[in-house]
């Protein structure tokens, strides 16, 4: 039985693995052949040629789309950061009904859909002049997307020892020093695992975005792949490009922090 587990395993993980990763080997062999080129497209062509990626940067208004999307993702990131460790230090240090009732108050709201409260909030958030802003496109999304973070660090800093706070307050240290000074340097692992899974999830918005940036030049990168796939329907190659553009900044990000992001997933779970 355990020999079955461990062959069966890894296959399976193959088995997902090839098939999450065959629309983009699919869109790179049709990004990569000419206009009017229709050979297969699971194979590769033994040229290639840039000029779709062209035509999806010059004509597909993707270069403020990325500036746009770049913009909302670092600050909404900053913010759910910024709110989630802060508001998840209380209830991870404050062991009480009040705190517990608070963390499962904040892991009902992860449950809500966006969709149910995109019309509410459309509606706030136009009495508040901040519709075609990216102030208020921060501010929808932050608030919507804080809760995750918030339980990302409550768990994990309930695995650090409540002596260090102790020691710190007999050596002097106010609350908000422990906090800055002794736990706030150990949450680079959760920390990493937040940024990736929210600004994943900012820089992928298409429901926020269709209903809060609806001007062109507030579009964000998903807006404006949208717009590009409508117009250039008839040329796929183009369209492939563009989608893989989208692609490439999310990809290389989690790359280069997937160490940390894995470590703050399996430290910060739930025991």
Not at 8 to 25: D, E, K, M, N, T
Not at 110 to 129: A, Q
Request: glycine letters at 6%.
């Amino acid at each position: 039985m355990k020999t079955i587990r461990n062959v069966a395993l890894p296959a399976l993980g193959v088995l997902i693995a090839l098939i999450h990763l065959a629309p983009i080997y699919i869109a790179l062999t049709v990004a990569l052949k000419r206009t009017g080129d229709f050979s297969s497209r699971w194979a590769l062509p033994d040229y290639f040629t840039l000029h779709n990626f062209g035509v999806a940067l010059t004509q597909g208004a993707l270069p403020r789309a990325f500036l746009n999307s770049l913009l909302l993702t670092a600050v909404t990131t900053l913010v759910i950061v910024a709110v989630g460790a802060m508001a998840g230090y209380p209830l991870a240090r404050i062991r009480s009904g009040a705190s517990r009732l608070l963390l499962g108050v904040v892991l009902a709201v992860m449950m809500v859909p966006s969709l149910s409260v995109i019309v509410p909030l459309y509606t706030v958030m136009n009495d508040m002049n901040g519709v075609n802003t990216h102030w208020g496109m921060i501010l929808a999304l932050a608030a919507y997307n804080a809760p995750l973070g918030i339980f990302l660090y409550a768990n994990f800093m309930r695995t650090i020892p409540r002596e260090l706070d102790e020691a710190a307050i007999v050596d002097g240290c106010s609350g908000f020093s422990v906090f800055y000074r002794i736990i706030l340097p150990l949450l680079k692992p959760v920390t990493v695992s937040v940024v990736i899974l929210k600004g994943l999830k900012t820089w992928n918005d298409y429901e926020f975005a269709l209903y809060f940036q609806q001007k062109p030049e507030k579009h964000t990168i998903t807006l404006a792949i949208s717009r590009f796939f409508s117009e250039f329907s008839s040329d796929l190659h183009a369209a492939s490009a563009a989608a893989l553009l989208a692609v490439v900044p999310v990809v290389a990000a989690f790359l280069a922090l997937q160490k940390y992001f894995i470590a703050g997933l399996s430290e910060g779970a739930v025991k």
